[in-house]
């Protein structure tokens, strides 16, 4: 029937009935919100300008604009849910003094601070503005009430607000460091309740002029708390399904199966590298497309050009990331089907000259578009069902969304997104799966059995990890999938991916591009018109190739997968000459002597450097004694901690360098070892106190203590975070200040009336008014600019929070800003580079794996070691986990299993990888000469050159540094010493893959060598764009010193496998020593000694790994 031309006439028409009559009557199948947007963003644009330059609202001559169309997606899902459901959307979306949907625009100038965002309605009338004034800009010093009437005027009269409905709820006062005075009067409407949540009405006035007027929606904390306790289950459900992917896909199907498939010779990537290319480009091209709308996020303290370099480094790094995903994804697809389905069509040779014109290929493409009217259909169907009888939810969305008009080419971003997913999720969602499914039935002599299991699982899998979208129930998104899958996989059992392909892609064609058909703008009939050709290529493509033909022709024998040509097993095992190099007698007198004076120079900057104290104290006391002098803070404060209160610990070092890097580069040393301790954080004890579980409602578990300790035992801040809902005092601003300064002095032991004013904060809750104190101390010495703040959080009648800081000045701030920008473009470009030379030595690894040149022994102990390894190491890292990442929103039990699939995700990747490296490290370094003394010799002198290296350096060329901080990191383990004895298991990881790669690399000219000096380059290039005065001199000495470090390594290194162990336990001892020299933390002696031990252990497992090779 299906080879009937009547058959594929009506099954186009039924197809395109069904797409018709969906997108005829979407508002009533779908979850869309109507909003009339009549306001272009030319429109947007052009009416910002005006009013800034009508209004005044900056002095600055501001010549750049950025616009978007944005919403706030939080008060709408509250709203939907628990604010009068949908329909009390309504009055949102429509014209009203506060909508969900506004266009912001943004009025900029590079590297002017000066800045004004306006934002309108989307039918076009202002809404509000915010204009940015740098904090050290004079203005007058008002009192409140000249500041409010202010505010009232110029909101009434520019701005058309009518106080009649709102009532006043805070007021906040700030002294900026430019002598002003800066208000901010906050408003709450009281005609229009929507459930618990505010409509809120923020007015802002600097000095004497109003610099923002912004409405906003204030979503009750206890209903994001909620929605987060039940979004929990979508987030566990689609971590297991990645778990599936990474695993059983990428790593089973994709990287073994390549292998699997090299053997067999049936590996083919020349078609696969263009396609991905092709696709991989106009990803990167859609990067590119968004620049305009990027402007919005841009830094005014760096320049327009740094911004566009930046932009083109994404687009670059975008494209290269998914050309290697796409390629390993369609080589390994694409083979695994060829062998396992000999009856379909070969896919390389579709649309050819020769098989465009047949049957086969007309009819799967054919095929492809007339299942995506039903699919939309079956969509649209399946939510009014699910919504109307079953109560299930789905937020509301837009049908148009103007933002794509801010793209240089709207039409590109649509077509490479939905190009992107319909092909590579085919590949890997279809073909890995179930051609692997085919081929272990096949082996097993259970085909049915196993397609059938993989037919199922695909279909689960597929489903469970798009169950991130926001849909209630957390099982909605994979239910609704499950059939389709289904379906698309039986499709490819019987005719191959190509169906599938050209169906999933004009299905996301077709919903990522409608804004271009529900919105009117000039020239936009262009974009329009490249989206329907992308879409009809392929049927172009078979149009062309019939009308040639003269008719559809058979397809050949020649063009199924079964008589395909095999190419011969692109990698033969190769047999390997041993090589035994006495390598003392190769290396000339001269280059011995050379090194050695090296190596003593290298000596004597390690020494300096180990005997140099840190510019910070370490942590002198332990975990436990955290902890306790933690839980007697809070028990001070007047709390009860009980036995449903977990007790979590981390280390913390200070969360904002911009302090301590002021202070050091502005003040000196003296200064900043002054501030030390008080104002500027040194390495800290986090401990925190939060309830997961128990009896208590998930809103009252928002309460939590964070108790800050210090490394000699002494509590340097305290926060308690109490519930929003929480009821208590209201304070007047002079009554919370008194009692600031009560906690103040109490606290300090210092005068509060010797410390200055800064700014009182009030933030209204629903039962309380909180307050938010910031004083300067003047008897602190600060670099100019800067000033030592000390601040008080008071919740009620509670002090809840207190700290102290730095405050670092706008100016130097975007100064060090504009700086760092110049030296990140250059190290992303040399981080790109150098992850394409670390993916290619890897790839010469897994060439010589594929070829059969491993250790299986080695393998199997890389891969048991790797896996155990990183499982200890997630174990023992459990409570800072815990500390800084679980949620007390979320079931705890749903936290623990998404960490252990992590940890197992995780430990599967690296054991399989070094399984791989060892097992090919253990067979190069078989063929290599002992360790001998000149091995022994020679390392430790190129240890102490690389450990001394960067002393010797700043000798030779003082370069400006910021404060080195102890490293303390190993404290946050469980248990450090125990932590310690994976330090085998780390030297045996690092001796494979240094081994593997230095085996791999071993020649002297060609592209292989010209690979490891563009390695060493790039890593001096990165080391020397992190100097914190950045300039070309410093990358110039970054370029200097890779160079030195490669001819170091051709002169001592290449071609000496044997000298890879001592290296690195060389490296390990006097890394080990200079931890005890200058210990970090309570166990870090220990500890050291500990792994000293068990580096030495690594070493003889290694070397006995080595021997039982030879």
């Known amino acids: 029937m299906s080879r009937k031309p009547w058959f594929w006439i009506v099954l186009l028409v039924a197809s395109l009935a069904c797409a018709v009559a969906m997108l005829r009557h979407r508002d009533a199948l779908l979850p869309l919100l109507e909003v009339d947007v009549s306001m272009t963003r030319d429109d947007a644009l052009a009416k910002a300008a005006s009013i800034a330059e009508s209004l005044r609202l900056s002095p600055a001559k501001l010549t750049r604009s950025a616009a978007a169309f944005q919403g706030d997606s939080r008060a709408q899902l509250f709203i939907e849910q628990e604010g009068g459901g949908r329909p009390a959307l309504a009055p949102f979306l429509r014209e009203g003094e506060h909508v969900l949907y506004v266009w912001r625009t943004r009025l900029f100038e590079p590297g002017v601070t000066h800045e004004v965002s306006v934002y309108f309605t989307p039918a076009g009338r202002p809404y509000g503005f915010r204009a940015r004034v740098p904090e050290a800009e004079a203005g007058a010093v008002l009192e409140a009430d000249a500041a409010r009437a202010i505010a009232l005027e110029r909101a009434t009269t520019d701005w058309k607000v009518d106080f009649a409905q709102y009532k006043p709820v805070s007021t906040s006062t700030a002294k900026r460091t430019g002598g002003r005075m800066d208000h901010e009067f906050r408003y709450e409407r009281v005609d229009t309740p929507i459930g618990e949540g505010k409509l809120l009405l923020t007015l802002v006035v600097s000095g004497d002029k109003l610099t923002a007027l912004a409405r906003g929606f204030?979503?009750?904390?206890?209903?994001?708390?909620?929605?987060?306790?039940?979004?929990?289950?979508?987030?566990?459900?689609?971590?297991?399904?990645?778990?599936?992917?990474?695993?059983?896909?990428?790593?089973?199907?994709?990287?073994?199966?390549?292998?699997?498939?090299?053997?067999?010779?049936?590996?083919?990537?020349?078609?696969?590298?263009?396609?991905?290319?092709?696709?991989?480009?106009?990803?990167?091209?859609?990067?590119?497309?968004?620049?305009?709308?990027?402007?919005?996020?841009?830094?005014?303290?760096?320049?327009?050009?740094?911004?566009?370099?930046?932009?083109?480094?994404?687009?670059?790094?975008?494209?290269?990331?998914?050309?290697?995903?796409?390629?390993?994804?369609?080589?390994?697809?694409?083979?695994?089907?060829?062998?396992?389905?000999?009856?379909?069509?070969?896919?390389?040779?579709?649309?050819?000259?020769?098989?465009?014109?047949?049957?086969?290929?007309?009819?799967?493409?054919?095929?492809?578009?007339?299942?995506?009217?039903?699919?939309?259909?079956?969509?649209?169907?399946?939510?009014?069902v699910a919504q109307r009888y079953f109560g299930w939810w789905s937020p509301g969305s837009l049908m148009i969304d103007p933002n794509i008009l801010s793209h240089a080419q709207p039409w590109i971003d649509p077509v490479a997104n939905a190009l992107r997913a319909g092909v590579w999720e085919e590949f890997l969602f279809r073909a890995v799966p179930l051609a692997g499914a085919a081929l272990l039935g096949r082996h097993f002599g259970r085909g049915k059995l196993f397609i059938g299991v993989g037919l199922v699982l695909q279909a689960v899998v597929f489903g469970c990890a798009h169950a991130t979208y926001p849909q209630e129930p957390s099982w909605a998104r994979p239910v609704e999938l499950f059939l389709p899958s289904i379906v698309w996989g039986l499709v490819y059992l019987r005719y191959g991916i190509l169906p599938g392909i050209l169906m999933h892609f004009i299905f996301d064609l077709v919903l990522m591009s409608t804004p271009l058909w529900a919105t009117s703008a000039p020239g936009i009939g262009f974009d329009r018109a490249m989206v329907v050709l992308c879409a009809l290529v392929p049927l172009i493509v078979v149009a062309v190739r019939v009308a040639r033909a003269r008719g559809l022709a058979p397809l050949a024998a020649i063009d199924i997968n079964a008589h395909v040509t095999r190419l011969a097993p692109a990698w033969h095992a190769v047999a390997t000459v041993p090589r035994r190099e006495a390598t003392a007698a190769a290396t000339p007198r001269w280059a011995v002597a050379l090194l050695m004076v090296l190596g003593l120079a290298g000596a004597a900057g390690w020494i300096d450097r180990i005997t140099t104290p840190y510019d910070a104290p370490g942590l002198s006391i332990t975990r436990e004694q955290a902890l306790r002098i933690a839980e007697d803070a809070v028990v001070a404060e007047g709390a009860k901690l009980g036995p449903d209160w977990r007790r979590l610990s981390k280390v913390e070092g200070p969360r904002d360098q911009e302090p301590h890097a002021f202070v050091w580069q502005k003040g000196g040393e003296a200064m900043y070892r002054a501030l030390l301790g008080n104002h500027l954080a040194p390495p800290l004890w986090a401990v925190r106190f939060a309830r997961f579980e128990g009896e208590v409602d998930v809103a009252d578990r928002?309460?939590?203590?964070?108790?800050?300790?210090?490394?000699?035992?002494?509590?340097?801040?305290?926060?308690?975070?109490?519930?929003?809902?929480?009821?208590?005092?209201?304070?007047?601003?002079?009554?919370?200040?008194?009692?600031?300064?009560?906690?103040?002095?109490?606290?300090?032991?210092?005068?509060?009336?010797?410390?200055?004013?800064?700014?009182?904060?009030?933030?209204?809750?629903?039962?309380?008014?909180?307050?938010?104190?910031?004083?300067?101390?003047?008897?602190?010495?600060?670099?100019?600019?800067?000033?030592?703040?000390?601040?008080?959080?008071?919740?009620?009648?509670?002090?809840?929070?207190r700290?102290?800081?730095?405050?670092?000045?706008?100016?130097?701030?975007?100064?060090?800003?504009?700086?760092?920008?110049?030296?990140?473009?250059?190290?992303?470009?040399?981080?790109?580079?150098?992850?394409?030379?670390?993916?290619?030595?890897?790839?010469?690894?897994?060439?010589?794996?594929?070829?059969?040149?491993?250790?299986?022994?080695?393998?199997?102990?890389?891969?048991?070691?790797?896996?155990?390894?990183?499982?200890?190491?997630?174990?023992?890292?459990?409570?800072?986990?815990?500390?800084?990442?679980?949620?007390?929103?979320?079931?705890?039990?749903?936290?623990?299993?998404r960490e252990g699939m992590v940890a197992l995700a995780f430990a599967a990747t690296v054991a399989l990888l070094m399984a791989v490296m060892v097992g090919v490290a253990v067979r190069i370094a078989s063929h290599a000469a002992r360790s001998g003394a000149a091995a022994w010799r020679d390392a430790a002198a190129l240890v102490f050159l690389a450990m001394g290296g960067p002393t010797l350096a700043r000798w030779i060329w003082p370069v400006p540094r910021e404060p080195r901080l102890p490293p303390v990191r190993d404290a946050e383990s469980f248990a450090p010493v125990v932590a310690s004895l994976l330090d085998s298991v780390d030297f045996m990881m690092f001796c494979a893959i240094a081994v593997a790669a230095l085996g791999v690399l071993d020649a002297r000219r060609g592209w292989r060598s010209a690979l490891v000096a563009a390695l060493f380059v790039c890593v001096g290039v990165i080391a020397g764009s992190r100097s914190p005065e950045w300039s070309v001199l410093t990358l110039a000495g970054g370029v200097v010193a890779g160079l030195a470090a490669w001819w170091i390594f051709r002169r001592y290194v290449l071609g000496r496998i044997e000298i890879?162990?001592?290296?690195?336990?060389?490296?390990?001892?006097?890394?080990?020593?200079?931890?005890?020299a200058r210990p970090t933390y309570a166990q870090a002696v220990p500890a050291a000694i500990v792994g000293m031990l068990s580096v030495a252990a690594g070493y003889l497992a290694w070397q006995w790994l080595v021997h039982k090779e030879k």
């Open 218 to 384: 204030q979503v009750p904390e206890a209903f994001e708390r909620r929605y987060q306790e039940r979004r929990s289950a979508n987030s566990t459900i689609s971590a297991a399904a990645n778990i599936v992917v990474t695993l059983a896909y990428m790593l089973g199907g994709c990287l073994l199966g390549s292998i699997w498939l090299l053997r067999r010779g049936a590996w083919t990537w020349r078609p696969a590298a263009w396609l991905a290319l092709g696709i991989a480009l106009l990803v990167g091209f859609s990067v590119l497309d968004s620049i305009p709308s990027s402007w919005l996020g841009y830094n005014t303290a760096t320049s327009s050009e740094a911004h566009y370099a930046k932009a083109i480094g994404a687009a670059v790094a975008a494209a290269v990331m998914w050309w290697a995903v796409l390629l390993a994804t369609f080589t390994a697809g694409e083979g695994l089907g060829r062998l396992a389905f000999p009856s379909h069509p070969y896919l390389w040779g579709a649309w050819a000259p020769r098989t465009g014109a047949t049957g086969a290929i007309v009819g799967r493409t054919l095929g492809g578009y007339a299942w995506v009217g039903f699919e939309l259909a079956f969509v649209a169907v399946f939510y009014f």
């Open 803 to 897: 700290g102290r800081y730095v405050f670092v000045p706008e100016d130097w701030t975007r100064e060090r800003k504009a700086k760092r920008d110049s030296g990140a473009i250059v190290t992303g470009i040399a981080g790109l580079a150098l992850l394409v030379a670390l993916s290619t030595i890897l790839v010469l690894v897994i060439r010589r794996f594929a070829r059969r040149e491993f250790s299986k022994r080695g393998a199997i102990v890389g891969a048991v070691v790797g896996f155990g390894f990183i499982l200890a190491q997630r174990a023992l890292g459990l409570e800072a986990t815990m500390t800084e990442a679980f949620d007390t929103a979320q079931p705890i039990t749903q936290q623990y299993v």
């Open 702 to 801: 928002a309460e939590s203590w964070f108790v800050f300790v210090a490394g000699d035992g002494t509590v340097r801040a305290i926060h308690h975070r109490l519930p929003e809902a929480r009821a208590g005092a209201r304070l007047t601003e002079e009554a919370a200040r008194n009692k600031a300064h009560e906690a103040v002095g109490r606290w300090l032991g210092v005068d509060p009336s010797a410390l200055r004013f800064v700014s009182g904060r009030a933030s209204n809750k629903p039962g309380r008014l909180d307050w938010e104190f910031i004083y300067a101390d003047p008897s602190r010495p600060v670099p100019p600019g800067g000033e030592a703040y000390v601040q008080v959080d008071i919740a009620g009648d509670q002090v809840v929070a």
């Open 1060 to 1076: 890879v162990a001592p290296l690195i336990a060389c490296g390990s001892v006097l890394a080990a020593i200079g931890t005890i």
